[in-house]
């Protein structure tokens, strides 16, 4: 199964069939074609996106553009709600040392006071937590067979499937030529004869065509059987590969690919609805957190965000920063609505009472995007300091045991 890797690139040019060149930013290579379908619609020449890029056989495949955003809410994280209540300290009072409970006395009850198991309780507050929405089902990633590849490989002298193993293996041409170099290094050094470089790069170019189609086609019908539950990324990696001269040239893949491809606009148009319906029903249920969060990861770049929806998602969202909300929870807040689409239209009124170190630093670190939370909150955001991006969900640090202090096992 081929691995996927996420990449920044600069878009070099558009050649106006539908497609632009790129190439890995900060350098010459990789580089290549993506379809505009999947850049955002105010794309450039000059601009700088994240893609999540495949590398195979052939080179690079681009398989999505990244566009800033949060992290996937994680599941069993809990909401931090204000409350109207006073906070009171809890203290602590150790007794003091050779009391005996032989010398505790029971105290004795005032005239007309009940005893302690008999008097009212007085009553808490109850607090009711907004209610969860539903979570859909996790889509699979795709998972294809060797079917077509093995097929291939079993009418190959020895030889030529060392060479189409290698190509198997990515890297395309150039990984054969380097796994050439490499054995004639070590054969000079064993004294042993060396092997005709040309002469394996001439077999690879002959064989890479067959191996590119076999590869394609193991992948296809892996997508074909799961279309219904198939991350969109791995469909659309699948119909962009499709397009490859080599692939597209052979007959047997024709009808597949345009299946495949009719089946990625109408998972695009399902996926749409229910991103849509995710996060009206967060927002309903005044879950804002997660509807930010949400509105921050669309199916596919540069899809429009409908006003109604984003003026309901505004006003829970102003509302929620409130100036008794906790600096915690402004964090959070703030961490959720920077890579969200309304992110501009929300303006802070007032300030929590209390401004944390915590939620200073946050406001540093958010400034270029939200600058009027950073001036709210007392903060002087560099002049050069670089866009934010999303947090990373980091692993609880483990605990280090004193082996000497711990107490040995009999």
């Known amino acids: 199964m081929l691995m996927s890797r996420r990449i920044d690139v600069e878009l070099t040019s558009n050649k106006g069939d539908g497609t632009w060149t790129w190439r890995s930013a900060g350098a010459k290579e990789p580089k290549g074609i993506v379809e505009s379908t999947l850049l955002p619609a105010a794309a450039k020449v000059g601009d700088v996106l994240k893609i999540e890029a495949?590398?195979?056989l052939d080179g690079v495949s681009v398989l999505a553009v990244i566009p800033p955003k949060g992290k996937e809410e994680r599941k069993g994280l809990l909401e931090l709600i204000?409350?109207?209540?006073?906070f009171k300290g809890v203290t602590q009072q150790l007794a003091k040392k050779g009391r005996d409970d032989s010398d505790r006395r029971p105290r004795?009850?005032?005239?007309?006071?009940?005893?302690?198991?008999?008097?009212p309780r007085t009553p808490r507050p109850n607090f009711t937590p907004p209610p969860d929405t539903p979570l859909r089902p996790k889509l699979k990633r795709l998972r294809a067979g060797d079917s077509h590849k093995k097929a291939v490989l079993s009418t190959l002298s020895d030889a030529e499937r060392t060479i189409a193993e290698t190509l198997l293996k990515g890297g395309g041409v150039a990984a054969v030529r380097d796994a050439a170099t490499e054995q004639n290094r070590?054969?000079?050094?064993?004294?042993?004869?060396?092997?005709?470089?040309?002469?394996?790069l001439a077999i690879a170019e002959k064989l890479r065509p067959s191996l590119h189609v076999a590869d394609w086609l193991d992948r296809a019908e892996a997508a074909k059987r799961d279309l219904?539950?198939?991350d969109l990324r791995d469909l659309r990696s699948v119909v962009v590969a499709a397009t490859d001269p080599m692939v597209a040239r052979d007959e047997n893949t024709k009808?597949?690919?345009a299946e495949l491809k009719d089946a990625l606009t109408r998972r695009q148009d399902e996926e749409y609805k229910l991103w849509l319906g995710d996060i009206d029903a967060a927002v309903g249920v005044g879950r804002v957190i997660r509807a930010l969060k949400t509105s921050s990861q669309p199916p596919k770049a540069g899809v429009p965000f409908p006003a109604e929806l984003?003026?309901?998602l505004v006003a829970a969202t102003q509302n929620t920063f409130a100036s008794d909300t906790l600096p915690d929870r402004w964090i959070a807040l703030m961490e959720a609505l920077a890579f969200s689409p309304v992110h501009k239209q929300v303006k802070p009124v007032s300030a929590p009472p209390v401004i944390s170190d915590e939620l200073k630093k946050t406001a540093v670190r958010l400034g270029p995007i939200l600058p009027d939370f950073a001036a709210l909150l007392g903060v002087e955001v560099p002049a050069k300091a670089p866009m934010p991006k999303p947090l990373r969900p980091t692993a609880p640090a483990r605990k280090k045991v004193n082996k000497e202090a711990a107490p040995k096992k009999d």
């Open 54 to 56: 495949e590398f195979s």
């Open 82 to 86: 204000p409350t109207e209540r006073e």
């Open 108 to 119: 004795k009850r005032k005239d007309g006071e009940a005893p302690r198991g008999d008097r």
């Open 186 to 200: 070590v054969a000079k050094q064993a004294g042993a004869e060396a092997v005709p470089v040309e002469g394996i």
């Open 228 to 230: 219904a539950t198939l």
């Open 255 to 257: 009808a597949l690919a």
């Open 310 to 312: 984003a003026a309901k």
